[in-house]
């Protein structure tokens, strides 16, 4: 079973529209941490947040933020007034104790100008 | 400061040859990984280490051996390429074993025929 989900393969959205990322994920340890990854055209992955699970304050950073709820195992990401610039493949991930990292499959996001 | 380093960036292999990824981080970093990227599946895990002399399995193993001599380098052998290997292959590094956030190489494309 996919330990982390991301049901939107793609998405495209019209500039400064929001738009949200979904990613459910699927654990049973008590302590683990949340990641979201931007992966650029150019094909390098950016490092975006980390959340741990004992921290479901919501985060926000400019334009981006992030909603974690451990009630429904989410960990959505959320762009404000989207640019072109966000258009990128997205990927969240999971870290349990053992070192194990889990990738979602990510979300492609075009932001049509 | 170089951060994450990989070579080569591309890479044609035949079907039963062998070839060693290289990768090397100059951050001081304990833990290192090894991924593929393949299309609609995300990033797998590997392999991965937490400090020199230490390794461990990922998600898919099967047909690629590491080994971790130094705290800098974590090259990947691929012992016999099979066509099920053509990937990008990204290797990260990580402050906080297996729970801080990775940087990540900028990627070995590898095309096994």
């Known amino acids: 079973a996919q330990k982390v989900t991301q049901a939107q393969t793609e998405i495209s959205v019209v500039e400064k529209e929001d738009v949200t990322l979904d990613c459910v994920y699927e654990?049973?340890?008590?302590?683990?941490?949340l990641f979201w990854y931007k992966q650029p055209p150019s094909g390098e992955l950016v490092f975006l947040i980390r959340?741990?699970?004992?921290?479901?304050q919501n985060e926000i950073s400019g334009r981006y933020s992030w909603n974690f709820q451990k009630s429904t195992s989410s960990f959505n990401f959320t762009i404000t007034a989207s640019q072109v610039v966000d258009s990128a493949v997205y990927f969240c991930?999971?870290?349990?104790?053992?070192?194990?990292?889990?990738f979602g499959t990510g979300t492609s996001l075009t932001v049509i100008p | 400061n170089a951060g994450v380093t990989q070579t080569p960036k591309f890479q044609v292999l035949k079907t039963g040859q062998s070839m060693t990824l290289q990768c090397a981080q100059d951050?001081?970093?304990?833990?290192m990984s090894w991924y593929r990227q393949d299309p609609g599946m995300g990033l797998r895990l590997i392999h991965y280490?937490?400090?020199?002399?230490?390794?461990d399995q990922g998600e898919v193993p099967n047909g690629y051996n590491v080994s971790r001599s130094t705290t800098e380098d974590f090259p990947l052998r691929l012992l016999s390429a099979a066509p099920s290997q053509t990937s990008v292959y990204f290797c990260?590094?990580?402050?906080?074993?297996?729970?801080?956030?990775?940087?990540f190489g900028p990627g070995t494309r590898l095309t096994v025929l």
């Open positions: 990260a590094s990580s402050y906080d074993s297996g729970t801080g956030e990775q940087f």
């Open positions: 654990t049973r340890d008590t302590t683990y941490y």
């Open positions: 959340r741990n699970s004992f921290d479901e």
């Open positions: 991930a999971l870290s349990e104790t053992g070192n194990q990292f889990y």
């Open positions: 951050m001081n970093h304990e833990y």
């Open positions: 280490s937490v400090g020199a002399g230490i390794t």
